[in-house]
């Protein structure tokens, strides 16, 4: 019998154990560019074990509700940044850890204009847009060795609106 997720909205204080969410909220911390552009600055923490920060493109299959969730992962090494590159909204699935075994997932759901950043080690569901076109640039770890931790669950959450 699977247990069931309902999503979440995505608030800065409950992903905060999670990563970061990065938005244009408030007024911006800089004004620049003779005063024409909010800057938002250092809105994630960036971490990269003996490695570099890159920038992929992801073009993701379109998700829909109720999803069957069997797999999260996480990355030891790095940090895993989000940034939509489109104005929709998309699934952000985490969870917590004991001993290795990812505990009590998460759904949540990102407002248009959101971005996230996943802290390195977290548990999370694998990027999961809800809107075509499925395109997000992704800052993560660029460098050698293994930085991905597969876990399938043996029976699959169902996480519904
Ligand atoms: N594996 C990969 O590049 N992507 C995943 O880490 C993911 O979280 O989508
Ligand atoms: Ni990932």
């Not at 004004?31 to 003996?50: M, Q, S, T, V, Y």
């Not at 569901?125 to 075509?132: E, F, I, K, Q, W």
């Not at 660029?142 to 669950?153: K, P, R, S, T, V």
Request: charged fraction near 20%; glycine fraction near 10%; aromatic fraction near 10%.
């Amino acid at each position: 019998m699977s247990t069931r997720i309902r999503i979440e909205p995505l608030s800065v204080e409950a992903f905060a154990p999670y990563g970061d969410l990065m938005q244009a909220s408030g007024p911006p911390d800089k004004l620049i560019n003779l005063g024409r552009c909010g800057r938002f600055h250092d809105r994630a923490r960036l971490d990269f074990a003996d490695g570099r920060a890159g920038i992929s493109i992801f073009q993701a299959e379109v998700e829909t509700l109720p999803l069957a969730l069997q797999l999260v992962e996480r990355h030891p090494e790095g940090s895993q940044a989000f940034v939509p590159m489109s104005f929709d909204p998309f699934l952000v699935v985490v969870a917590t850890d004991a001993g290795g075994v990812p505990q009590n997932p998460r759904a949540f759901m990102t407002a248009p204009g959101q971005a996230i950043n996943f802290h390195r080690g977290t548990w999370h569901g694998v990027l999961a847009p809800l809107c075509a076109p499925g395109l997000f640039a992704v800052i993560d770890r660029i460098g050698d060795g293994a930085n991905l931790e597969e876990y399938w669950f043996d029976t699959p959450y169902i996480i519904e609106e």
